[in-house]
DNA sequence: TAGATTGTTAATCGATTAACAATC
DNA sequence: TAGATTGTTAATCGATTAACAATC
């Protein structure tokens, strides 16, 4: 298997997302200059980011096939194989998630919700039902379930954490905003908004500073 | 201004919850290695970071003192500051954030919604009110507000973007699941779900495929 | 043909890691 | 003292950028 950095990884999406708008507007062939000027990034990048992932090499002077890359695209990231996934915390994000539109896009389907609140468990959210954690290792049997999204307050985030993984979790998708350790046979990627924050933050006063 | 990379602003917020995580099971002062094993990096890392924002020395043997570091990252992630923040586009994800109760230790409170929808305009969510797009000038400079939450559908999110940095936007935290352009005087960064999904999802195909 | 764009190979840059003397 | 941990300086590693011949 080849190797891609995370950052070349965390593009790719951007890339998909871009092509599906120019072929909304009607073009069938792209550049990686015009890649480049649209999103920011160098036309070196793009080109060797594609030349990664593509089998087919691009033209020169007309660049590649729109429809082609897209599909190269959604392969790669896994968006042609609608995943099942799990989200647990059903609060407020736990609930915004679940009415999340985009992730079927992506490829990725939350089939149920689990949380420890009584009063929740037995209602639907998004059509989805909310379940008690006693039912997590069975669910995730069920249902095939590769994905855990982990949506609870950080407190419980590494017992929830030791908890899914015992149950059968291999993947799972942290937006508890503090780090949980698991065992090196299960993948852990964090939706960190604080680090995140850092960024802008830090962007924003060298900016103030600078003028 | 000392030169932070991307990746090294992200990590203070990682280490800062740590640290108080620490301080709270009484714990006084602190070493790399501790830092290093605890969170999963290289000690190494942990002291060149450390350094860098520190102006004080750690001493051999002991580490530094919990507290001062603490204070310390307070300070450079601007979380003594309490910066008011705007959020456009009160839908399940924005109202989320809307609910969501780390902002204010991270140094920054949502004084008020935006939306287009006429239903939501004048309701409160989360006691902060939810105003008109026609409003938005006014709050940025009322508030002082210096950064806007975009939490917008894909489709509309360069356009309110475009309006919010006429409107006197400086610093947009962008969740909307696209790139958008801004001018060289402002400053963007993105909470990219997709980005992070493709990262979770390759090492998990990777973990599979190894086993 | 001329020019835009490609893929490849080399150079640069920056971040992480390693080595090690200093010190509490 | 001995040992853990520090800060600094050098080495390594990897990612990005630059250069350029190939080609549609």
Redesign the interface.
Same mark, same amino acid.
């Given at each position: 298997?080849k190797k891609?950095s995370?950052n070349q990884?965390?593009?790719?999406?951007?890339y998909?997302?871009?092509l599906r708008?120019l072929k909304e507007q009607g073009h069938t062939s792209v550049s990686s200059p015009l890649i480049a000027k649209?999103?920011?990034y160098s036309e070196e990048q793009i080109r060797k980011d594609l030349q990664l992932v593509s089998n087919e090499a691009g033209r020169p002077k007309k660049g590649r096939n729109i429809d082609k890359l897209i599909e190269t695209l959604e392969n790669f990231?896994?968006y042609s194989s609608q995943a099942n996934a799990l989200l647990i915390g059903v609060g407020? $994000?736990g609930?915004?998630l679940m009415? %999340?539109p985009?992730f079927e896009e992506?490829?990725?389907k939350i089939v149920a919700g689990f949380d420890s609140d009584k009063e929740k468990i037995g209602s639907l959210v998004n059509e989805k039902p909310i379940l008690a954690m006693e039912e997590l290792s069975r669910s995730i049997k069920e249902y095939k379930a590769?994905?855990i999204i982990l949506t609870v307050p950080?407190n419980v985030a590494q017992n929830v954490t030791d908890f899914a993984v015992k149950a059968g979790a291999?993947?799972i998708?942290n937006f508890a905003?503090?780090?949980v350790?698991v065992p090196g046979?299960v993948?852990?990627?964090?939706?960190?908004?604080?680090?995140? $924050?850092?960024?802008?933050?830090?962007? %924003?006063?060298?900016?103030?500073?600078i003028?």
């Open positions: 298997m891609y995370k990884l965390q593009r790719y999406p951007i998909l997302k871009y708008q649209e999103l920011g990231l896994g407020h $994000l609930n915004a009415n %999340y985009f992506m490829g990725i590769n994905i950080a291999r993947a998708w905003p503090i780090h350790n046979d993948v852990i990627e964090d939706v960190n908004m604080a680090s995140s $924050l850092a960024v802008l933050w830090h962007r %924003y006063l060298n900016l103030k500073n003028d």
